[in-house]
């Protein structure tokens, strides 16, 4: 009797903390990233480690092989070549790997050599990894072992090395991710301090970043090489600088903090003193961990599918690496015209995948990001203020002029709407009125002619058809601002789209400068007329005015007739189909991002329960929690937007109408933190794989019959329940007044 009361009695006392202990692992959502997720296939993420938005993405490199090299790390690759302070995620151009830093052991070797025999680089395998989104490690086959963790804009890390050998640590200046070095700079500063730059040439054109190192050993020697020609001294300029650190005996670890800059090494190394002081390198990991934690417990979710947790808190994490800070912690920056920006009053962001994020990734930002909306914007503005037309790809610095439209339009219009009001508005009107009336990549054929001739300008479709969606968006802000002349042009100029529309066929068409339709045309080919895409993709990119491409195709019917056989149409894309073009039904492709919306526009046409149908079939069949778990290129976060926000339940097909289409939620619940402590929950009952058709929603106790969401409902907070079903209510969302519409609601 005594042993029973005593059990009892232990197991009374340890149930709270089991618990508490179940209860935080599952409310612990770094738990659930998974950073390999998207670093084989074609996704192009980055692996190392970082904290969320900051400058320094440190982690491992390869030798680059191609496309798939993008991000400097393939999952496929076995030999690492060092450890770079910056890199791109997901994107389809390879850039930054700055600073390459390798430890190793031996005799003095300044060259990697090749996948085959390597010289200062080294052989590794997976099963040695350890990788977090604030923490990575290595151990290569060298026997050094590499930890990394970073702050903002300094990155630590900390090596082990084998007893009795000779150490050393290379700082490859020449080495970078696909670009050139074109001036290189470094010193030994004094025997715990180097300092330097690297000028590039690649994807940004003039790339500058100065950095500083500082060791927690005394550097006993270091020599400087150009190329692999060892120099007198311990400084030197040049394309191809290298220095590499030797200590006379051999030291258990050694700790580097490398601080990065885009005005100066006193800068770089004010950035250190200001973020990591002192040498505790698990004090740093776990800061970044905390950093990591709070920004995802924005959303919570719930689900007994682990592997579904996996992919959604791993795409929540991707939507968080880029934009990237790109000031100094003084607030100090360098434009995109060179010129110092001692105290701009705001963070300056830079890495915008503009053409990609603007479709889900951006308005994701308006509801969990609140604090950071006005930067990004401001550094949109002060963009425009230094080049002259606002940000189409920015890149360190650098305007890429990637893609095509004039995206920075729908953040800072999408921004504005939402009430956002900490940047100069009439600044913002001026900037995207100008960037709008410029007269390269076809647009004076926009203002003269309606259209963009596809025997004058290469990629005329797309282009034109994406400067509507960006002319809607002004149309918006002008009718806001009281501007009715500009509202009324730029209403015009976004229903240009319907100078493509070939009614014959059913499909957006090329048009020659006589004002003849392109002959021949196939929709199925990929070619000069479409920025990754083909006819039957381009052909739905009219996500600002989804009624009036209804009433082009016939109405209702036979619009949503024309989607299904989206789904369905098959054949050869040509000889010049991009890689990008991947992740196919039919003809949707969900790997690129003009397809993203597409799903969601049977809604418009009462048809909602077709785009639940779809939204449960991409997330099943082109999210996973496998290495190659993306369909295509992540392009900094947009893939994983797309994800996050469809596996909430909506979806912002205009992504500046404040507006969300209901699709399929693919949790039991879905509680997001918004405005002032306010939450806002999707609970889902009947969900199951099978229960992917919505029948009924509650909103905050009343019937709710609209097939959408409002924003500003959202972020009041609020209850959202959703009931399921295996069969389709096709009234939901069938009527009219209940269908979501393409103008701005208030």
């Known amino acids: 009797m005594y042993l029973i009361k005593r059990k009892s009695f232990l197991l009374l006392l340890c149930a709270p903390f089991v618990s508490f202990n179940s209860l935080y692992a599952q409310q612990d959502p770094l738990k659930f990233v998974d950073p390999y997720i998207g670093s084989g296939g074609h996704g192009h993420t980055f692996v190392g480690a970082s904290v969320p938005f900051g400058a320094v993405q440190v982690g491992p490199n390869n030798i680059n092989k191609g496309w798939d090299w993008c991000s400097g790390y393939h999952y496929s690759d076995s030999l690492c070549i060092g450890f770079s302070q910056t890199h791109l995620s997901g994107t389809g151009i390879g850039d930054l790997g700055d600073i390459l830093i390798m430890p190793y052991t031996g005799s003095i070797l300044t060259d990697k050599g090749t996948q085959q025999n390597p010289g200062y680089a080294s052989h590794y395998k997976h099963s040695d990894e350890v990788v977090k989104p604030q923490y990575y490690s290595l151990k290569m086959d060298n026997q050094v072992k590499v930890e990394l963790t970073a702050s903002e804009r300094v990155a630590f890390h900390q090596y082990s090395f084998p007893a009795n050998k000779q150490v050393h640590i290379i700082i490859d200046l020449s080495e970078g991710n696909n670009d050139q070095s074109t001036d290189t700079y470094i010193k030994l500063l004094d025997k715990n301090t180097i300092i330097g730059y690297r000028f590039s040439k690649g994807w940004a054109k003039d790339q500058r970043i100065w950095f500083a190192i500082k060791s927690s050993i005394d550097i006993d020697k270091f020599n400087v090489f150009d190329l692999n020609t060892d120099k007198p001294g311990a400084e030197l300029q040049g394309k191809h600088v290298k220095g590499v650190i030797s200590f006379a005996n051999t030291p258990q670890k050694v700790m580097l903090k490398v601080g990065i800059s885009p005005v100066s090494s006193n800068n770089a190394l004010a950035n250190i003193n200001a973020e990591i002081p002192g040498w505790n390198f698990t004090g740093t990991v776990n800061q970044a961990r905390i950093k990591w934690e709070n920004e995802l417990s924005k959303i919570t979710v719930e689900t007994k599918d682990d592997a579904h947790k996996r992919t959604f808190y791993t795409a929540l994490y991707h939507t968080m690496i880029d934009p990237a800070l790109y000031n100094d912690h003084n607030g100090a920056y360098r434009g995109t015209d060179k010129k110092l920006y001692k105290n701009p009053g705001f963070d300056n962001y830079s890495v915008f995948s503009l053409w990609d994020t603007y479709r889900s990734a951006a308005p994701l930002s308006t509801i969990i990001h609140t604090d950071k909306i006005n930067s990004f914007i401001n550094s949109l503005l002060a963009a425009y203020q230094q080049q002259g037309k606002l940000p189409i790809w920015p890149l360190m610095g650098n305007e890429t002029d990637c893609m095509v439209g004039y995206h920075s339009v729908p953040l800072i219009v999408d921004a504005y709407l939402k009430g956002y009001r900490g940047f100069d508005v009439k600044l913002a009107y001026e900037a995207i009125i100008k960037s709008s009336t410029r007269d390269d990549y076809g647009m004076k054929y926009i203002k003269q002619m309606g259209y963009i001739p596809a025997d004058k300008q290469n990629e005329s479709l797309s282009r ?118 991947s992740g196919l ?162």
């Not at 034109?464 to 015009?492: F, N, S």
């Not at 229903?495 to 048009?511: H, L, T, V």
Request: with cysteine.
């Open 464 to 581: 034109a058809l994406e400067y509507a969606v960006d002319d809607w968006c002004i149309a918006q802000m002008a009718k806001k601002l009281g501007k009715t002349a500009d509202a009324a042009l730029y209403t015009k100029r976004a229903g240009y789209y319907k100078n493509y529309f070939d009614a014959s066929i059913k499909f957006m068409r090329p048009k020659l400068s006589d004002g003849s339709w392109k002959t021949p045309y196939d929709p199925l080919i990929s070619n000069k007329d479409f920025t990754e895409g083909n006819g039957w993709q381009y052909t739905w990119l009219v996500p600002q005015d989804v009624e009036g491409l209804i009433t082009l195709m016939g109405g209702d019917k036979a619009f949503c007739d024309k989607l299904d056989e989206l789904f369905k149409a098959t054949g050869s894309m040509g000889p010049d189909a991009p890689s990008d073009i």
């Open 585 to 746: 039904i039919g003809m949707y492709a969900h790997g690129n991002e003009p397809s993203h919306h597409v799903i969601y526009m049977y809604a418009y046409a009462g048809q909602q329960w077709k785009t639940a149908e779809k939204v449960r079939q991409v997330m099943n069949e082109f999210y996973t929690d496998k290495i190659d778990g993306l369909a295509g290129n992540e392009d900094c976060g947009a893939m994983s937007s797309w994800y996050v926000m469809s596996a909430m339940g909506f979806y912002p097909c205009n992504p500046a109408s404040g507006t969300y289409v209901l699709g399929s939620p693919l949790f039991n619940k879905v509680k997001i933190k918004v405005n002032k402590g306010a939450s806002f929950s999707v609970n889902v009952v009947n969900n199951s794989s099978k229960n992917i058709y919505i029948q009924k929603v509650i909103f905050n106790g009343t019937n709710y019959n609209h097939s959408y969401l409002k924003h500003k409902d959202i972020m009041k907070g609020g209850n959202l329940q959703i009931v399921m079903g295996h069969k389709p209510n096709y009234n939901f969302g069938k009527l009219i007044p209940n269908r979501p519409k393409s103008a701005v609601e208030d």
